[in-house]
Nanobody, 124 residues
Framework: QLQASGGGLVQAGESLRLSCLGC????????MGWFRQAPGKERVIVAA????????YYADSAKGRFTISRRNYQNTVYLQMNNLKPEDTAVFYC???????????????????WGQGTQVTVSS
């Protein structure tokens, strides 16, 4: 399963680093993704990373501010978030790709094992 942590309440312009520990599956075989869901809105992708870290994808809202990384030997994926904005307020989830492959999917439907999420709140 997946356990996300690192969320909190910060002011605009500050940073947070989210972590997600995976267990119960061969972590290094799967692309991983970070998603967020604001109240009343759909869950959307923030960033995704291939299983070897050779490729990363970022939503337009995350480009230049967020960095996704992973440490396969620790079964952990990270999301470094800098220059946070009030519109980043959401519950952030990590997830694993459904298929073990070299591809990095970007659709939520292609991911599973969402975990409990971690709340990120950015005040103005």
């Amino acid at each position: 399963q997946l356990q996300a942590s690192g969320g909190g309440l910060v002011q605009a312009g500050e940073s947070l680093r989210l972590s997600c520990l995976g267990c119960g599956f061969t972590f290094s075989n799967y692309a991983m993704g970070w998603f967020r869901q604001a109240p009343g809105k759909e869950r959307v992708i923030v960033a995704a990373i291939s299983r070897t870290s050779s490729y990363s994808y970022y939503a337009d809202s995350a480009k230049g501010r967020f960095t996704i990384s992973r440490r396969n030997y620790q079964n952990t994926v990270y999301l470094q978030m800098n220059n946070l904005k009030p519109e980043d307020t959401a519950v952030f989830y990590c997830a694993k790709a459904r298929r073990a492959s070299g591809l990095t999917p970007t659709s939520p439907e292609e991911y599973e094992y969402w975990g409990q999420g971690t709340q990120v709140t950015v005040s103005s």
